[in-house]
Structure formats: structure tokens, C-alpha cells
């Protein structure tokens, strides 16, 4: 493509001529063949500038130490670049001696929800969710299997995401009043029954905790769409 090419050498141009270390650009959301010339050319996709006007904007950038386009190595680092983030959370079922599940009461959000949290980049759902209950409960837990992976769909403003629910075993009751709970995300902590679980949590939590009490949870499920 010339415009690539255009692109190409006007980038080559900066790096050897120009002394530049970065060179940047702004690119029409709305244009897939602008972006794909960028890519060619070696630009990587940074991000989404929002626009007032719905006009959004692309930053592709490309740095003078970046591989070569043509190589393995740059081609591989601009595709993923380009290429969708799927938000990942990790939650646990956590059981009393008498069965009931741990529910947390959050500070955003009026509905009731099992323990865990979002996975950080690079980090393993079950890792992701040992390292939450400990910032956010205080305890240390073992993750014993995966339960059920969950595809959720887009919610409240939420954009849609991937849930890996693991079973963590059954700790004492009494646990929870030495629980350290961080208080900017967790007012409270209760053990809950099917009942409580179905009064207080989302339809999806309800659903998920009925068929793992009813041995017909599968090992992958979507879950239904809640109303606003």
C-alpha cells in the first residue's frame, strides 16, 4: 500500500534524520483502512481517545528501539496490539460447616456478591483470586479446583468479561470476625443460604449457586442478562 509505505519512510525519516524517539498519531476509529496502513507501517495501537462529538480517535504509536515491522518480533507485537482485552475476574465459593456460601456486601454496588475480583495483566485467574481475598479479606486460601467459567455479558456499564469461579473449601464460621475487610470495597461479609442468596445477590449469582447445589453446574456456562 503507498499510504503505508508514505508512512513507513516518513517514520524512518524521524528515527534517522530527525533524532526522534517517538513518533505518534492520531487515527480515525471509524477508518479500518487508515488503522490497518498504520500497522503496516509499524504503528502500534495504544488506545482510544474519546471524542465530544463521537469522532474518536486512535493513538498508534512507534518507538526507536520497537522491532522491525517485517520481523517476527514486530509483527507479533503490533497484532497484539491491535487485538480485543477481555476483562477477567476470579471468584470463590467459600462454605461454613453448615454449608452457606460467603457473600460480600460491597461499597459499590447494591447487590451481594461471592469473593474475589478482576485478574491483573500477566496474572493467572487462580492466582488473582488468592491475591484479592487477601487484600480484601485479610485471609489466605487455597484454590482447590475450577467450579465453572462464566462468560458475562455487558452489565450496568460494565463491558462484558470472562469469570472463573474455583471452590476454596469450608473454613469456620466464626472466621469472619477476624476477617481484616478493606473498607473502600467491602462493608460486610455474611454467610448466606440459598434463600439469602436469591434476596440478596444477582440473578446469575442465584442461578450459579443453585445448580453447584443441584450437581448440574457445567463447565462453562453464560450467564442471563440482568435488567438495568
Same mark, same amino acid.
Given at each position: ?9 516518513g517514520i524512518e ?13 492520531q ?12 500497522s +503496516? ?10 471524542? %465530544? ?7 498508534? %504509536? ?6 522491525p515491522?517485517?520481523t517476527?518480533?514486530?509483527? +507479533? ?11 477477567? +475476574?476470579g ?11 460467603? *457473600? ?21 485467574p ?6 484479592e ?12 479446583? *475450577? ?18 469461579v ?24 455474611h454467610?448466606?443460604d ?6 440478596? %445477590? ?9 445448580a453447584?447445589?443441584?450437581?448440574? *453446574?457445567?463447565?462453562?456456562?453464560e ?6
Amino acid at each position: 500500500m503507498l499510504a503505508s509505505r508514505a508512512l513507513r519512510l516518513g517514520i524512518e525519516h524521524a528515527f534517522t534524520e530527525l533524532g526522534w524517539r517517538r513518533v505518534s498519531a492520531q487515527v480515525d476509529a471509524a477508518s479500518p483502512g487508515d488503522l490497518r496502513a498504520a500497522s +503496516i507501517a509499524g504503528l502500534r495501537r495504544e488506545g482510544v481517545a474519546r471524542q %465530544a462529538d463521537g469522532q474518536h480517535t486512535v493513538t498508534v %504509536a512507534r518507538l526507536v528501539n520497537d522491532p522491525p515491522a517485517a520481523t517476527r518480533d514486530g509483527f +507479533i507485537a503490533i497484532l497484539n496490539a491491535g487485538l480485543p482485552r477481555k476483562r477477567v +475476574i476470579g471468584q470463590g465459593l467459600l462454605r461454613d460447616e453448615n454449608g452457606r456460601y460467603l *457473600l460480600c456486601e460491597l461499597t459499590y454496588k447494591r447487590e451481594w456478591d461471592l469473593p474475589g475480583g478482576v485478574v491483573e495483566v500477566g496474572e493467572s485467574p487462580a492466582t488473582g483470586l488468592v491475591r484479592e481475598l487477601h487484600e480484601e479479606l485479610g485471609i489466605s486460601v487455597e484454590v482447590k479446583q *475450577l467450579v465453572t467459567m462464566n462468560w458475562l455479558p455487558p452489565w450496568r456499564g460494565w463491558d462484558d468479561a470472562c469469570l472463573f469461579v474455583f471452590d476454596l473449601g469450608t473454613i469456620a464460621s466464626d472466621t469472619v470476625a477476624t476477617m481484616a475487610l478493606q473498607r473502600s470495597e467491602i462493608k460486610a461479609v455474611h454467610w448466606c443460604d440459598l434463600d439469602t442468596v436469591r434476596e440478596r %445477590a444477582t440473578g446469575a449469582t442465584a442461578e450459579l449457586l443453585e445448580a453447584v447445589e443441584a450437581g448440574t *453446574l457445567p463447565a462453562y456456562r453464560e450467564a442471563p442478562l440482568q435488567p438495568e
